[in-house]
């Protein structure tokens, strides 16, 4: 018998792999959301956390983007 799991599949680099796998781990157990981690740019996820995640990920980026200093 099969035993199928519905979730979302990301692909990304590590480093915002890595992002996503510290995020998971903060979580309490009952909230963590990383079904499989595939390998070290591919996770399958809970359907439920999308949109957070794509938050937490636009988030992070806007915090560790360069803005040239004004003259």
Known sequence: MVNAIKGV????????????VNMNNSMPSSQKFIIHVLDSTHLFVQPHVEQMIRSA???????????????
Do not use: L
């Open 9 to 20: 599949f990301i692909s990304c680099d590590i480093p915002m792999a890595q992002f996503i």
């Open 57 to 71: 990920v636009s988030e992070f980026r806007d915090q560790n983007s360069y803005e040239k200093p004004a003259s």
